[in-house]
């Protein structure tokens, strides 16, 4: 299991608690929401009563509709919420991890991603560039499969968190953000089956 993979467990079950509260929230809201909308349909049924039955349901009808409707979206705002703060909170934490425990899970990843018969470069952003371990380049060579080489670059990338490999003049965003990205729909899915198991059924 990766750094992020190991980040993310922790975040799920730390969300599982704020999802339920904010879920819970947002159906009080969407109760109240109906309540609101059941009484102003009582009031205009009233009104129109001697339009006859069939007029008082329907206006009943699509005023309910209306109020469900309201409450869907706003419980879906909730949830687009939650998983945003999510992402964010596992990109913060990916980038705040102690100094050894972040270059270790660097080291893996630029192992899983390194090219083999390729030689090419790491970049770094500037403030991983500033605290790169002595001894990082030497154990990133030590640790690259058979046939791999990377070189770290001098100069520093505009990004936060992770790395930048470049081939030939070719490069792969390898930063935090971008890997999260990447795998923001599976990831979503998977979080999302996890912190609102009722909606899967």
């Given at each position: 299991?990766?750094?992020l993979?190991?980040?993310?467990?922790?975040?799920?079950?730390?969300a599982?608690s704020?999802a339920?509260q904010?879920?819970?929230e947002a159906?009080?809201?969407?109760?109240a929401i109906?309540e609101?909308a059941?009484?102003?349909?009582d009031?205009?049924?009233?009104?129109?009563l001697s339009q006859g039955?069939?007029?008082v349901?329907l206006?009943?009808?699509r005023?309910?509709s209306?109020?469900q409707?309201?409450?869907?979206?706003?419980?879906?705002?909730?949830?687009?919420?939650?998983?945003?703060?999510?992402f964010?909170?596992?990109?913060?934490?990916?980038?705040?991890?102690?100094?050894?425990?972040?270059?270790d899970?660097?080291?893996?990843?630029a192992c899983?991603?390194a090219?083999?018969?390729e030689?090419?470069?790491?970049?770094?952003?500037e403030?991983?560039?500033?605290r790169?371990?002595?001894?990082?380049?030497a154990?990133?060579?030590?640790?690259?499969p058979?046939?791999a080489?990377?070189?770290v670059?001098?100069?520093?990338?505009?990004?936060?968190g992770?790395?930048?490999l470049?081939?030939?003049?070719?490069?792969?965003?390898?930063?935090?953000?971008?890997i999260?990205?990447?795998?923001?729909e599976e990831l979503?899915?998977?979080?999302?089956r996890?912190?609102?198991p009722?909606?899967?059924?």
């Open positions: 299991m990766s750094g993979e190991k980040i993310l467990d922790d975040i799920r079950g730390q599982e704020a339920a904010i879920l819970s159906e009080e809201s969407a109760k109906r609101e059941k009484a102003n349909a009031a205009t049924c009233r009104e129109i039955e069939k007029g349901a206006a009943k009808e005023a309910l209306s109020s409707l309201m409450g869907k979206r706003q419980i879906l705002g909730k949830k687009q919420e939650i998983l945003r703060g999510v964010e909170e596992a990109l913060a934490r990916a980038q705040q991890m102690p100094e050894s425990e972040y270059f899970v660097i080291l893996k990843m899983a991603n090219h083999k018969g030689s090419g470069t790491i970049a770094f952003g403030k991983d560039l500033g790169l371990p002595q001894d990082f380049a154990r990133l060579a030590a640790s690259l058979e046939g080489s990377l070189r670059a001098e100069g520093a990338v505009p990004i936060e992770g790395f930048m470049s081939y030939g003049g070719i490069e792969e965003n390898c930063s935090f953000s971008s999260l990205e990447a795998k923001k979503q899915d998977e979080i999302c996890i912190l609102f009722a909606a899967q059924e």
